[in-house]
């Protein structure tokens, strides 16, 4: 078993859905020649020809809307854009079709179109590079949303993404894209559903509730927290739209405190949801509040500042003293 | 500033822009319903298929008049009108070949016809029962688009989609398919239309880009949208762009087909501007007293598209009073098939909203269609243990 990172496995589960099904076709900026600027799509032409990895022109809607169009067709296409301050231009296209084809044709239309988009800042790069859009395409019916944390997710979530007959938006941590892990390519299954979220380090004290870059932090919270003697159980939530309650559920009927992690501004992310249907689910459980460590509601600043702005260990554990003093 | 500073003075190039037809207007049948001759584009078709037009126009015409009859009589929220633009959706709809797709916007009733989707399904979604009540696979008719120019994108990628399927360019007439996108001189300003003309070009894809310049984008004339004639804009792109005449149901047809036909072949793009005016307005909320001059429409009613073929009908004796009676009571059933069946379209049931969202039923939409169930039965009861009536 081969150490692999997380970049690398999105490129081989690409390969592996591409080789698996003749439809999937790749599209976006840069993908073919370069390989991406992160370089996930790196030798994909040279293997699979310009037809099924397609260097676009530089326009996002023109992106996602001939997707549409491939679709229908009876094409998966998968669009790579290239980073999520880029997004917007296509958010049209997102909203209007992609996500309610299926919906204003009574089933007809389905649109098998996955979305990647790397998200998440902490590189040190220019202004639109590193935004955490997410939560907008939560709030939008019709999409289901995923985001990958590790390399050996990151291999299968975009092959179970491929083959979903409905279109995904699947967001990949760029800051995590040179992570390595071991995965194993040759399991014929993956481990577990799309759909799922997964308790990635037991405890017993409070959870801590993360998904894509802030999985990692977490978890290094949780050590940290350990040796101070508090337990912290961290669920990768993986699945954002449809969201996987029973874990997170489960967890806080059991430790009675939840911390939501995420990068994305606090105000309506999805720490706003999670807080809400805890409360509703668990109210009885609850020794506290659910509280959320996220952005400010502010755009995202000057990356001088980004590693004082960003959820770093410190204030996921800042949170998690809160929740344990109620 | 001067011209000098910036080449030449664009009215020089391009000629008065929106001042009439302009001189390149492609037109094969005059408004007094004459048949003229031009150098590139002729008609092929028999005196048959030119009565086969007119029952079109006909009964475009008419279904068009009897949805707006059942928006006035409250039966339909809203609907979008296409008087006077029968000739360009029936030249350019008989155009086509079965295997072609149309993406169309939400006012091809004409083409819809031509494709044989059943009018009444049209109406579905002005009268608020459904989105699109048709299956865009059934007729190669895809839904109706609201969103301005956002369907021009699906059209190309589909037709990217042909050439990866291989049926582009094999010379095999049947096999051979293109793609046709519809919309109007205001959609030309969307930054979908212009990226899909790009796409379009540099993929040399096979689809034809089909405006109807009707000269209004509701209440804003062609002069808000373009300072150039728009057929012109092809050229910068990199693809051909023609103007038609598009009262003309003769030369929409000759145009439209010889640029499905280049598409097919593998030649790529082609733009068609059909030059025609929208006789009524934008949609049945709208009022263009506010906006416009009657003495314009005045103008237009003397192109009307169905007038000059009537004429050639009569003139050449190609059409006898039997003929025109055949059609006015075929009209007339197609009417009352609309009035008589849009009273029947079934209202949608609530509780079926959440089953065609996503492919299986996420757990939060089973949850909420559950308790929104549990909690509608609740009146039931209530209404049946205190002896109501629903």
């Known amino acids: ?326 | 500033m001067t011209n000098a500073d910036f080449g030449p003075d664009l009215g020089s190039v391009f000629g008065p822009s929106h001042e009439g037809e302009g001189p390149e207007l492609v037109q094969l049948l005059t408004p007094e319903g004459e048949r003229r001759e031009h150098p590139e584009f002729s008609y092929d078709g028999t005196d048959d298929d030119i009565r086969g037009f007119y029952r079109d126009l006909v009964m475009t015409r008419r279904i068009d008049a009897e949805a707006t009859a059942l928006q006035r009589q409250g039966e339909l929220g809203i609907w979008a009108s296409l008087l006077g633009q029968e000739a360009a959706q029936v030249g350019s709809g008989r155009a086509l070949s079965p295997q072609d797709f149309v993406f169309p916007t939400y006012r091809e009733h004409g083409v819809a016809w031509c494709r044989d989707v059943d009018p009444l399904r049209l109406l579905g979604l002005f009268r608020g029962v459904d989105q699109g009540g048709w299956d865009p696979r059934e007729n190669q008719f895809g839904l109706y688009t609201i969103v301005i120019g956002a369907q021009t994108l699906h059209a190309t990628g589909y037709a990217m989609g042909l050439q990866r399927d291989g049926v582009v360019g094999t010379q095999d007439n049947d096999r051979d398919t293109a793609v046709i996108a519809y919309f109007g001189d205001g959609a030309t300003s969307q930054g979908d239309v212009n990226e899909s003309f790009i796409w379009a070009s540099v993929f040399n894809a096979p689809v034809v880009f089909f405006c109807q310049n009707n000269q209004w984008a509701i209440s804003e004339p062609i002069e808000k949208q373009s300072r150039i004639p728009l057929y012109q804009r092809a050229l910068g792109f990199g693809f051909p762009g023609i103007r038609v005449d598009g009262n003309d149901v003769l030369a929409c047809y000759a145009v439209t087909k010889a640029a499905m036909q280049r598409a097919r072949e593998g030649s790529g793009p082609t733009f068609i501007e059909a030059y025609t005016y929208r006789m009524g307005a934008h949609t049945t909320s709208d009022d263009p007293t506010r906006y416009r001059l009657s003495e314009d429409l005045e103008n237009w009613k003397l192109k009307d598209p169905i007038a000059r073929v009537e004429a050639y009908l009569k003139r050449g004796g190609v059409a006898d009073d039997g003929f025109f009676a055949d059609v006015q009571t075929e009209a007339d059933k197609i009417a009352t098939h609309l009035r008589e069946g849009c009273l029947a379209l079934p209202d949608p049931k609530v509780l079926e909203i959440f089953d065609q969202v996503y492919s299986d039923p996420s757990p939060e939409l089973a949850e909420q269609k559950a308790a929104f169930a549990d909690y509608l039965s609740s009146f039931e009861s209530e209404s049946a243990s205190t002896g109501g009536t629903v």
């Open chain 1, 1 to 326: 078993m081969a150490q692999i990172t997380l970049a690398k496995a999105l490129t081989n589960g690409l390969r592996a859905a591409m080789e698996a099904d003749e439809k999937v076709i790749l599209m976006g900026e840069d993908i073919g020649k370069l390989g991406g600027v992160f370089r996930v799509t790196d030798g994909l032409q040279k293997d699979f020809g310009e037809d099924r990895v397609i260097d676009t022109p530089l326009a996002e809607s023109g992106i996602v809307g001939t997707a549409v169009g491939l679709a229908l067709r009876g094409y998966r296409p998968v669009c790579e854009i290239q980073f999520d301050g880029f997004v917007y231009p296509a958010y049209d296209q997102i909203v209007s079709q992609v996500a309610k084809l299926r919906f204003r044709s009574g089933g007809k239309l389905p649109m098998p179109i996955v979305i990647r988009i790397p998200f998440g800042g902490g590189i040190g790069a220019v202004e639109h590079h590193s935004e955490s859009p997410e939560g907008q395409f939560v709030h939008q019916a019709g999409l289901k949303v995923v985001a990958c944390s590790n390399p050996v997710d990151a291999y299968w979530m975009i092959q179970q993404a491929i083959a979903t007959d409905d279109p995904v938006i699947f967001m990949e941590p760029k800051r995590r894209y040179w992570e390595k892990a071991d995965l194993d390519e040759s399991q014929a299954e993956a481990p577990r559903g799309l759909h799922s979220s997964r308790v990635v380090h037991e405890g017993t004290d409070a959870t801590v509730l993360a998904y894509g870059p802030m999985v990692k932090t977490s978890l290094e919270a949780a050590i940290a927290a350990a040796e101070e003697g508090k337990s912290l159980e961290v669920i990768d939530l993986r699945t954002l739209s449809p969201l996987d309650m029973e874990p997170v559920l489960e967890s806080v009927r059991k430790t009675g405190r939840a911390v939501v992690v995420h990068e994305a501004p606090v105000t309506l992310g999805l720490g706003a949801e999670l807080a809400a249907r805890i409360t509703e689910h668990c109210f009885y459980s609850l020794e506290a509040p659910v509280l959320r460590v996220g952005a400010f509601d502010t755009p995202y600043p000057p990356s001088r500042v980004e590693e004082e702005y960003l959820p770093d260990l410190d204030r996921v554990l800042d949170a998690v003293d809160r929740t344990l003093a109620y």
